[in-house]
């Protein structure tokens, strides 16, 4: 499984319809979950970003599907990264060469 970090801002049009936020967030998830991409948590947040989103999948290519529909909607901008487990990482590590 590979695991995503979707970060994501209100465009003016989210902020006009700010209130339909929760209700637009359940139909990412089911929408996701038709792609085979889990939504491991979803949170809004304060500051320079106004959502968070920890997805995984066995496809990267649907992760890039539906975080793209979801921008074309035009409520959000998004920001996606690839995101490691300790474990995971360790392995990336274990992979450099001696310096």
Same mark, same amino acid.
């Given at each position: !499984?590979?695991?995503?970090i979707l970060l994501v801002k209100y465009t003016d049009a989210g902020i006009a319809r700010i209130r339909d936020t929760v209700a /637009? $967030?359940?139909? *990412?998830?089911a929408?996701?979950?038709a792609l085979g991409v889990q939504v491991?948590?979803? &949170?809004w947040t304060l500051g320079? *970003?106004?959502? #968070?989103?920890? &997805? #995984?999948?066995d496809d990267d290519e649907q992760?890039? $599907?539906?975080?793209t529909h979801l $921008?074309?909607? +035009? *409520? #959000? /901008?998004? /920001? &996606? !990264?690839?995101?490691?487990?300790? +474990?995971? *990482?360790?392995d990336v590590l274990a992979t450099m060469p001696a310096p």
């Open positions: !499984m590979v695991r995503y /637009r $967030a359940a139909d *990412f998830c929408t996701a979950a491991e948590s979803q &949170l320079e *970003f106004d959502g #968070v989103l920890t &997805l #995984v999948s992760v890039i $599907a539906v975080t $921008a074309q909607k +035009g *409520f #959000v /901008r998004t /920001r &996606l !990264m690839r995101a490691y487990t300790e +474990g995971e *990482f360790t």
